[in-house]
């Protein structure tokens, strides 16, 4: 299997499976002399954590991560580091029956109409059980761009719509994504969402989502015409994540709706500074970020493995009806919250080690 790396500069290439002993990932190109260490990572992880209300997968895995290099007295010392997380609570009988049947909506049958072989425990690599990786790349990603510009550069991420429940933007409060277990900035919204997502739990169900991302801080620069365009990079990240179906830049699939006059984010001079008068852009112009807050969205499908019967078929080719047991997310957009977080860190420090590799001795005359 090939493609189990992203980035350019800054460049993570993730391993294991679900049901395996370990999963991890070795980071290559993180600048030396960043403080860094376990404990760094950790919080990030706990975020992700499977197990921690009754709306996430009961799967209890500790996700405590292990640096096993590039790390010396504290400090990554550029060379790769690897980091580890160990499998604790698997149960590979839970998938036993379905090791000839095909899950509708899985990669069942793609991977084995590809390989000829597959790791139906769980899904093996495609299992979201993988993104706990990118989240602890994504930890040592925000050291690094803490390092390189500073505490004020945030990259912050939302729930802001289950099934067709979505938040009131008018409440919004980014503190409270920290006060439920839906990572949700509205907290009347967040109420009627634990209602929903308790019916369709009760019924062997699941529903979908969508996640809003903001990074603010960055400067101006990133990205690259023709093909290193940061937006066509954020949807690639964003879409590498399990179950995203669509992702949105700025006003996304709104722009069909307005006049360009609507569309336009006009510019004025403020104290002597560029200034923009609207985001609809999303913090990217012509590939290339405009100093403005980035605005992304993406919808996550429902939840493949549900306890209502679905028609499918067998590797023999007989027709059948499935029902995945287990332990699973009525909504996997819960947990995908800090994978985009996860992600973006990645990105954006990417692209900040890219720009400067080309743009340095300009900006510094």
Known sequence: MS???????????????????????????????????????????????????????????????????????GKTTGTPISLMIENTDQRSKDYSDIALRYRPGHADVTYDLKYGHRDYRGGGRSSARETACRVAAGAVARRAIAWLLGPECRIRAALVQIGALSVDRERWDWDETERNPFFCPDALTAIEWEALLG????????????????????????????????????????????????????????????????????????????????????????????????????????????????????????EIDIVTKGRHDPCIGIRAVPVAEAMLACLLLDHLLRDHAQNAWHRNG
């Open 3 to 73: 493609d189990n790396s992203f980035g350019q500069l800054f460049r993570v290439t993730t391993w294991g499976e679900s049901h395996g002993p370990a999963i991890g990932c070795v980071i290559d190109g993180c600048p030396p002399g960043i403080p860094l260490s376990e404990e760094d990572i950790q919080p990030w992880l706990d975020r992700r954590r499977p197990g921690q209300s009754r709306f996430t997968t009961q799967r209890q895995e500790a996700d405590r991560v292990r640096i096993l290099s590039g790390v010396f007295e």
């Open 199 to 318: 019916a369709v739990r009760k019924e062997g169900s699941s529903i979908g989502a969508l996640v809003e991302i903001v990074a603010e801080g960055f400067p101006p620069g990133l990205g690259a015409p023709v093909y290193g365009k940061l937006d066509a990079d954020i949807a690639s990240a964003l879409m590498g994540i399990n179950g995203v179906k669509a992702v949105e830049i700025g006003e996304g699939l709104g722009v069909a709706a307005l006049r360009g006059e609507q569309n336009a984010d006009a510019m004025r001079m403020h104290e002597g500074a560029l200034h923009f008068t609207s985001n609809k852009a999303g913090g990217i112009l012509g590939g290339i970020s405009t100093g403005q807050p980035i605005t992304a969205r993406f919808a996550i499908k429902p939840t493949s493995s549900i306890l209502v019967p679905v028609p499918s078929v067998n590797r023999r080719g007989e």
